[in-house]
């Protein structure tokens, strides 16, 4: 029984310490100087981490503007409220969908990379040489795919959305006969630029940092071996999807939480 | 060095995309540039109970947007809700004033907006008047009280 | 001893978790010369060489190189000082989004405000002298065990150190690499004058080429010598390690109950 309960403190006290370690870290990453051809290892993670997750992202886009187009409509229809499916999809899209899909894709695809690339640099010892040359790995590995993340993933919420915005389009206008016009127009009048797509672009520059932080210190703390490296990736994804749900619901409290 | 050229132009994409998404989304998707042209006259209105009006809301005559709400607020001398729109100054001085203004919703349970429908008098509204007659929002809950109490008649 | 020396290890407490990997060590890095330091797997010896590097911090104890003591060191001294020094990984530690090339020209770049051409020339002389001038584009992912071996040494000596560690430079070679290897330890250490301290089990390969031993097991060190003097060396645990000789100190079996009584035992026994 003492013993249960001497783990339970035990395994408190190591996730404490982690989090202690995780905040430093991110910490020292953020607030270094950049290295020299710092801007060129910035370029080369934004391509890594963003360019690269353009493909799923557009992809999944629009299957989801699709199918919330064909979904919506059926229920909307029912009310005699079908030109109501523009607004129904963007908002939808715009202040949830995307954000959070997006942000789930790229911990999936970008995040478990870059825990993977940085935990094998640790394990084949790229990261102590580096070190043992001069060279602060914060500085050099770690800030440049923190901020590319940080950028990358606004960029990709915004292209889910207009994907999937075109998506509902291409079933809601061209496949189901909603009026093309109403479309649009209703969902300029209720979808507020500031209120709704400005408040998802922030909701996703909250995302990028915290996925890309639990990615590139997963990479970086882990036990140097394969079956840490595989641990740490499946950790990253686990620890970065749930943060982003937990987060949302957060946000979406605060944002939304007193409209109408 | 070959490669780099290739990444620098992808990533320029990437973001030159990201930036044309978000453009997208102000101007198409959120009707950003449909916003309030740069000269405007203001007016305002009480109303007994505004419903659902939310400021921001449009302004409308014969469904045509002129307008917008900018500011609702309960008025202290007379109990009631006094809402204040600006309007496209090119009407400025066009609008009767025995004007009524209304409180519509759009669609069946869609939001609320202002409707405003001219008179015939021969004075017209200027910047800072008020409208005088006014019709409050259809509260639905009002209307099925009204309903059932006629119905036990 | 009589050279001057240019490491030395003072005391050196260690442990990582609950076990002790040091209990009081006491080393003598002789300048200009090959010092091997050897022991059973597991008894921390690159640890040893991370704490020389100044990467771990020891719970007691001094390390000194060349007369400053490294963990005292502020960080721009830390910095220049490791100018002097020059690692090389049991594995390479080859940066890999850089190619053979830049992989050697990178401490030139951190340490130096060199041109370009400069930086060139240099690059490719080391590449030379290791024997993968010619290698210089490919990608370390595109490189034997070997080669890799040899572009990290390459660039361990870019900045022509005074120092240089080597965390088992041999292991898991094989023979063509290993002589090769062997070769230009030796080869770049006279050619530049260095002190080199490596860490191996390898005992044949090290022993040709050392010029001192240190045999560390336990925490501490068990003993140290020349390889001749620790060829002949009496005490049962060196004979052991050095000869190595499957039984003795360190036993064969692990401990079990006596083998006939074990077989001869009724079912359940000894289970």
Not at chain 1, 157 to 182: A, H, N, Q, R
Not at chain 2, 108 to 116: F, S, V, W
Not at chain 3, 85 to 91: D, V
Not at chain 3, 109 to 138: C, F, S, W, Y
Request: hydrophobic share 50%; charged share 15%.
């Amino acid at each position: 029984m003492t013993g249960h309960i001497a783990a339970l403190g035990r395994a408190t006290l190591d996730t404490l310490s982690s989090i202690g370690r995780a905040g430093l870290f991110l910490v020292q990453s953020i607030f270094c100087l950049p290295p020299r051809e710092g801007f060129h290892l910035w370029l080369r993670q934004m391509h890594f981490v963003g360019v690269m997750s353009v493909a799923i992202v557009l992809v999944s886009g629009l299957f989801i503007g699709m199918v919330l187009a064909l979904q919506g409509f059926t229920i909307l229809v029912s009310f005699g409220a079908d030109e109501a499916l523009g607004q129904m999809v963007a908002l939808s899209l715009v202040r949830e969908l995307a954000p959070v899909v997006a942000a789930l894709l790229f911990a999936g695809r970008a995040g478990s990379a870059l825990t993977a690339e940085i935990g094998l640099m640790k394990a084949t010892e790229q990261l102590t040489s580096m070190e043992m040359i001069g060279v602060d790995p914060l500085r050099r590995i770690v800030a440049p795919r923190l901020w590319a993340g940080f950028v990358s993933l606004p960029i990709l919420t915004v292209l889910f959305g207009v994907v999937g915005i075109w998506g509902g389009y291409l079933v809601g206008v061209d496949w189901l006969g909603v009026y093309k016009g109403s479309y649009w127009s209703n969902m300029q009048d209720s979808v507020n630029f500031v209120d709704d797509v400005l408040n998802g672009v922030v909701k996703s520059l909250v995302f990028g940092l915290v996925v890309t932080w639990i990615a590139v210190f997963q990479g970086y703390d882990l036990i140097p071996t394969s079956e840490g490296i595989s641990r740490a990736t499946t950790r990253t994804v686990v620890y970065a999807s749930l943060a982003v749900l937990g987060l949302d619901f957060v946000l979406t409290a605060l944002m939304f939480g007193d409209l109408g | 060095m070959k490669r780099n050229k290739f990444l620098e132009l992808g990533v320029g994409i990437f973001m030159l995309a990201g930036i044309l998404g978000l453009v997208f989304l102000g101007l198409r998707v959120s009707g950003l540039g449909v916003g309030m042209p740069n000269d405007t006259f203001t007016l305002s209105a009480n109303f007994a109970n505004i419903g659902g009006l939310r400021p921001q809301a449009k302004v409308t005559m014969s469904g045509v947007r002129i307008g917008e709400v900018t500011d609702i607020q309960l008025d202290p001398k007379w109990f009631d809700a006094k809402v204040t729109m600006q309007l496209d100054s090119k009407y400025d001085g066009k609008l009767s004033n025995d004007t009524t203004a209304a409180i519509l919703t759009s669609g069946l349970l869609g939001e609320q907006y202002i409707g405003l429908t001219v008179g015939g008098a021969p004075d017209m509204l200027r910047d800072g008047d008020v409208i005088h007659d006014t019709q409050q929002a259809l509260v639905l809950e009002e209307l099925i009280q009204k309903f059932v109490s006629n119905m036990a008649k | 001893m009589n050279d001057p020396i240019m490491v030395e290890v003072k005391d050196l407490h260690f442990s990582r978790g609950n076990t002790d990997v040091f209990r009081g060590v006491d080393l003598q890095i002789p300048l200009g010369k090959i010092t091997a330091i050897m022991g059973p797997s597991g008894t921390g010896k690159t640890t040893l060489l991370k704490l020389i590097g100044g990467q771990l911090v020891p719970d007691r104890g001094q390390i000194l190189i060349d007369g400053q003591d490294v963990h005292q060191l502020p960080r721009r001294s830390l910095f220049t000082l490791r100018r002097r020094m020059g690692m090389l990984f049991q594995s390479g530690a080859l940066f890999s989004d850089l190619d053979v090339f830049e992989n050697v020209a990178f401490p030139l770049r951190v340490h130096t405000e060199l041109p370009n051409a400069m930086i060139r020339d240099i690059v490719l002389m080391k590449l030379q002298a290791v024997g993968l001038r010619g290698a210089r584009h490919l990608m370390p992912s595109e490189l034997s065990g070997g080669m890799a071996r040899r572009v990290a040494l390459a660039r361990a000596v870019a900045l022509d150190p005074e120092l240089v560690l080597y965390d088992e430079p041999f292991a898991g070679q094989d023979p063509i690499s290993m002589g090769v290897l062997v070769q230009l330890v030796k080869k770049v250490n006279q050619a530049l004058g260095l002190t080199a301290v490596m860490v191996s089990h390898d005992i044949k390969e090290t022993l040709s080429i050392a010029d001192y031993v240190y045999i560390i097991a336990d925490g501490q060190v068990m003993a140290h010598g020349t390889p001749q003097t620790l060829n002949v060396n009496e005490d049962a645990h060196v004979k052991q390690f050095v000869h190595g000789e499957p039984d003795g100190p360190v036993p064969f079996h692990y401990p079990a109950p006596d083998f006939f009584d074990d077989i001869l035992a009724p079912a359940g026994q000894f289970s």
